[in-house]
């Protein structure tokens, strides 16, 4: 009876570890991927302090909102990247939202999608989002952001940094959807707090 119970405990630990996932391989060979490399190489840097910021996070993943001022060199290498999209202007701002993964995502048992899509909705913009796996890595991994764009607030005060409409949001919502709804990972909705300023 004992060797019974032995093998039947040795079968249960045996199942449970070949059912849990093994990201190692997937996620090394998306980091070498020219896709990888090259969503990490086209933010256009912004280090100004934001205006604005909204956090939030769940048990696997880390957000961050944030509605920066912009200068001429920004409006420069916009130009430069994108010549035929519309000029920025220094009323514009930067609009930026990173997610990232809280832990080592080649050590996660996460059920990597083959396709994502996340919606930023809120009053200050609409945006959604298709990830395919190298994009989701790098910006899992924070390498690249989630969203950059940039957008006219027609409230917002540059002396005093404020906007009116912003003030009257404390939250963004970010949603995270899959083609399966079997993806539990990747199946979320985060809300992200405004911050206040220090």
Do not use: W
């Amino acid at each position: 009876m004992k060797k019974i119970l032995i093998v039947l405990m040795l079968l249960l630990s045996l199942t449970a570890c070949a059912e849990k996932k093994d990201n190692k391989e997937t996620v090394a060979a998306l980091r070498k991927s020219p896709e990888y490399l090259s969503y990490s190489e086209s933010n256009i840097r912004n280090d100004y302090e934001p205006y604005y910021t909204f956090e939030g996070e769940n048990e696997n993943f880390k957000a961050v909102y944030t509605i920066k001022p912009i200068d001429q060199s920004i409006i420069e290498q916009y130009s430069e990247k994108f010549p035929t999209n519309e000029k920025l202007t220094a009323k514009s701002l930067q609009i930026d939202c990173y997610l990232t993964y809280k832990g080592d995502l080649a050590e996660s048992d996460l059920d990597l999608p083959s396709y994502s899509e996340i919606d930023l909705s809120n009053n200050f913009s609409t945006c959604g989002t298709y990830l395919m796996p190298p994009r989701l890595v790098s910006i899992l991994d924070g390498k690249s952001d989630l969203v950059s764009y940039y957008q006219i607030i027609s409230d917002f005060d540059f002396e005093k940094g404020t906007s009116e409409l912003i003030e009257s949001n404390n939250t963004v919502k970010l949603t995270s959807k899959t083609k399966s709804d079997s993806n539990k990972d990747f199946n979320f909705e985060l809300t992200l707090n405004r911050v206040d300023k220090k």
